[in-house]
């Protein structure tokens, strides 16, 4: 139990368009969805939470126009990279959290990988 | 949030047991200790979580002393497939601000 699945795994697009990643969660509901972004060679830097129904809390530094969050069921959360650039390329992982057989888990997906022509 | 410290690399021989030790010594009352693996171009995975003493599962140990100031994340007999990097994160896990910040990490490289 506990499945994370993320889409698209790889995705290549020109500078100036947008790019959805979806994030969901399988086999149980997930309260709340966090997204982060990693760089080559360094850690996970944590963008944005969200909860369902509600907007997305912004880690200190992060653009909430660029970076759109979207978290409309307890299943699945969307992250748009609006008007990409070059800079955005980079690995996005998000992750979700919630209860499974009356544990609490977090769970992460396996990874976006974005290239910004 | 407590912040982690941990070794940035290691370096370890096919079948010894390797040992790596994490300082969070802002730990709160509430706080779990969470271990995590990740390969290159992969999502971080789940190895071990602990709250106080000692932690065992099938994969790993999981060492904390009684002040919950450090963890050490014990691996048995390591094999060449371990080689990734391994966090060590503090948080209230299932509570309201559950988020997890990672620290640097430790690139674990074992050797033939």
């Known amino acids: 139990g506990a499945v994370v699945s993320q889409h698209p795994s790889r995705v290549i697009c020109k500078s100036g368009t947008s790019v959805k990643i979806e994030c969901r969660s399988l086999?149980?509901?997930?309260?709340?969805m966090f997204w982060y972004r990693q760089f080559p060679k360094q850690s996970l830097m944590l963008m944005a939470t969200s909860n369902e129904g509600s907007k997305a809390t912004y880690e200190q530094g992060v653009e909430k126009d660029k970076f759109l969050i979207n978290h409309a069921s307890l299943t699945l959360s969307t992250l748009t990279v609006t008007s990409a650039h070059p800079e955005d390329s980079s690995f996005y992982i998000c992750?979700?959290?919630?209860?499974?057989?009356?544990?609490?888990?977090?769970?992460f997906g396996a990874g976006s990988r974005l290239t910004v022509l | 949030l407590a912040k982690t410290t941990q070794p940035i690399s290691m370096d370890s021989y096919e079948g010894q047991e390797v040992n790596i030790t994490c300082s969070h010594n802002n730990i709160a009352t509430n706080d779990y200790i969470t271990w995590y693996q990740q390969f290159p171009s992969q999502g971080p995975r789940f190895i071990i979580q602990g709250y106080k003493t000692k932690v065992t599962n099938e994969v790993a140990s999981l060492f904390i002393p009684a002040d919950r100031k450090s963890s050490t994340l014990s691996l048995p007999r390591v094999s060449l497939s371990d080689t990734a990097v391994y966090y060590c994160l503090v948080g209230d896990y299932g509570g309201a601000t559950n988020k997890l910040i990672f620290g640097t990490g430790t690139l674990l490289a074992v050797q033939p």
């Open positions: 992750s979700a959290s919630g209860r499974v057989s009356g544990a609490n888990v977090l769970t």
């Open positions: 086999d149980f509901q997930a309260t709340t």
